[in-house]
């Protein structure tokens, strides 16, 4: 799942740059346009420009469109990949615990043996104890960074 979400990531990290860059030339070269036909004295230049300024305007309102979605994309991923880093985390956590023995201390021999597994056991935990606490460290804060701009 994380894979079909990097992927669509990647896809439109591609699309926006690719967007960017064609769009602001066709934005550059309607701005030229007009200008050239505002200079050169046109009967409706008062609605060139403001055309101009609606194209302008439109194009910052899709670059910041673009920009929040890649923000989303972005957080979905990091949030999907701490729930994926959790639940294989669990996975091992409930492995390590079905190889506890359930009959403990029946003789010495028995003891012996448990206390070695145990010491295995509990650097094997003291690893997953590591685990957790880098997965508690990238836990998701909330809202995401856009969310957060536009609510100040």
């Avoid at 669509?8 to 990290?13: E, S, Y």
């Avoid at 899709?62 to 996975?91: M, N």
């Amino acid at each position: 799942m994380t894979d079909s979400v990097h992927l669509l990531r990647d896809r439109f990290r591609d699309f926006a740059r690719d967007t960017g860059v064609s769009g602001q030339e066709r934005v550059d070269q309607v701005n030229g346009t007009i200008d050239a036909l505002i200079s050169a004295g046109h009967s409706q230049a008062s609605a060139l420009a403001d055309w101009k300024d609606a194209v302008n305007e439109s194009w910052a309102d899709l670059l910041e469109l673009i920009d929040t979605r890649g923000q989303l994309l972005s957080a979905s991923y990091e949030l999907l990949k701490y729930f994926d880093d959790g639940k294989e985390l669990v996975v091992q956590i409930h492995e390590k615990q079905k190889e506890l023995p359930q009959d403990v201390g029946e003789d010495f021999g028995k003891a012996e043996t448990f206390h070695r597994m145990h010491a295995a056991f509990e650097r094997d935990i003291t690893s997953l104890d590591k685990q957790l606490g880098v997965l508690a460290y990238r836990r998701p804060t909330g809202r995401p960074r856009w969310e957060r701009r536009r609510r100040l």
